[in-house]
């Protein structure tokens, strides 16, 4: 088991490159299933979740050509006879949902393993069930496997919410049902996220119908066949967000490349307010900090608000701010696995139901800390590049899942950070 070991104190300088979004690439590689011709995926990231869909894709019929240098995927489906995800691969990843659309719109068929439980809290996928029977699915839940039949899919007024707001994948998922069902589909309370309107606009280069790509609401025409594309990802907005707030804990000046910082104007709003200076202009984003930092208030929401993928990341900033800071979950309120890790370190933070209250203190101190999930994980080697001493993040591979070669990049910032494997670490500690 790899894990990262970090001797903090380092100012992050410098620049740092930024890849294609996770949570685009893997509902796009879903959206493959949607037609026989090829489909090129571009700005792909090298990650443990896009080599998961790989997998799946292939057990649903797909050839799968990655070419990792270029960060190109070359998608074709060989065989649609194939209907089921299995439970070994859909289990490790959540996104792997996304195929149960465009197998019920292309093979009027699916058998998806359900993704299972999740340390971030539960995370059900009732709303994805509810917009594919709002189309016509017949749908079982049996052994642990969603079963859903087309008879055929027709359009529909959907209205796709739960008291958490709107769904992202669910909104990708049943778009991309909608796009080959008869007749105009209305999904209200659709999710405004960068990544659902990647998603629609590659589905629209493939000749899918979708007007109001962006709003709440999505019109969408079926047709009965979409072709190949070639498709770039969007830039990860996550991942720079995470190397912006890596920059502003650690007192740096850190500039993120390849980004698009108008995707990330609350997270820059949060961080002025607490008194870290940033610049930014259509592909760049500039983080300047001071040493401690304003404490401030964040509660996370749907697109455009402070997203849920940075809560771990900016609390991990805040355990140093000059005051009393406040973090409002409002999206997954269970979403606080890191707390007890940063309490290891040092930090003062007390979690009130879906609020965490943090009282900055001067410095935190490196100690072992336990990898439990993606964004958590990233927070805990944020608060050991800012911590006296030595810190150790057990079970990296949490973050290799949405992070390509975290450890080299901040490298090249200077950070110290090295991977060791438990191997590696027997074999010279004995
Ligand atoms: N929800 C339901 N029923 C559903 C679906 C969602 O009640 O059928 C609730 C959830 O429990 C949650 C809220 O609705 O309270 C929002 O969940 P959403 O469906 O939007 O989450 P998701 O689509 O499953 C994606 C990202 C997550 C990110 C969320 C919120 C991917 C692969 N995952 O998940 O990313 O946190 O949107 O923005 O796109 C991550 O990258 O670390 C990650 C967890």
């Known amino acids: 088991m790899e894990r990262f070991v970090i001797q903090g104190g380092r100012r992050l300088v410098g620049d740092v490159q930024i890849g294609g979004a996770k949570n685009s690439v893997l509902p796009i590689m879903a959206a493959a299933l949607l037609t026989d011709e090829e489909v090129v995926v571009r700005r792909v990231p090298r990650l443990r979740d896009v080599t998961s869909q790989i997998r799946i894709l292939q057990a649903l019929g797909a050839r799968v050509v990655h070419d990792e240098k270029a960060g190109t995927l ?77 008879h055929p899919l027709r359009g529909a007024t959907i209205f796709l919410g739960s008291s958490a707001g709107s769904t992202v994948l669910g909104t990708g998922n049943v778009v991309m049902a909608a796009v080959m069902a008869e007749g105009v589909t209305v999904l209200e309370n659709a999710a405004q996220e960068p990544e659902v309107v990647d998603l629609c606009r590659m589905l629209e280069k493939m000749g899918a119908k979708i007007e109001g790509i962006g709003s709440h609401c999505l019109t969408i025409t079926g047709v009965t066949r979409l072709r190949g594309v070639e498709h770039e990802v969007i830039p990860d907005r996550i991942e720079a967000g995470t190397f912006a707030i890596a920059g502003a804990t650690t007192g740096g000046d850190v500039t993120v490349r390849g980004c698009h910082p108008p995707h990330l104007l609350a997270v ?6 607490a008194g870290v200076t940033v610049n930014w202009s259509a592909d760049w984003l500039q983080v300047k900090a001071p040493d401690r930092f ?72 490196g100690a072992p800390v336990m990898a439990s999930d993606l964004r ?14 030595e810190t150790e993040v057990h079970c990296v591979y949490h973050i290799d899942r949405g992070y390509e070669r975290i450890d080299e990049r901040l490298r090249s910032l200077g950070a110290r950070i090295q991977r060791s494997s438990a191997t590696a670490a027997a074999a010279a500690g004995g």
Not at 268 to 273: G, P
Not at 318 to 328: C, E, K, P, Q, Y
Request: glycine share 10%; proline share 6%; net charge positive.
């Open 74 to 150: 070359r998608i074709k489906v060989t065989n649609e006879d194939l209907v089921t995800a299995p439970y070994e691969l859909v289990r490790t990843m959540r996104a792997s949902i996304c195929v149960l659309g465009p197998l019920l719109a292309k093979r009027q068929r699916a058998r998806v393993s359900l993704p299972g439980g999740c340390v971030i809290g539960v995370r059900p996928i009732d709303l994805h069930l509810r917009g594919m029977e709002a189309l016509g699915a017949k749908i079982d839940v049996r052994g642990g496997y969603v079963e859903a039949e087309a």
């Open 268 to 273: 820059i709003e949060r961080l002025r307010a």
């Open 294 to 365: 304003r404490p401030i208030d964040v509660s996370t929401l749907p697109y455009p608000g402070f997203p849920t993928d940075l809560q771990a990341q900016i609390m991990a900033m805040l355990t140093r701010a000059d005051g009393i800071s406040m973090v409002h979950e409002r999206i997954y309120p269970d979403r606080f696995i890191h707390v007890a890790e940063l309490h290891r370190m040092g930090a003062r933070i007390r979690k009130e139901g879906p609020t965490a209250i943090i009282e900055g203190v001067a410095k935190l101190s």
């Open 376 to 389: 958590g994980s990233a927070a805990l080697v944020l608060a050991g590049l800012t911590a006296d001493g």
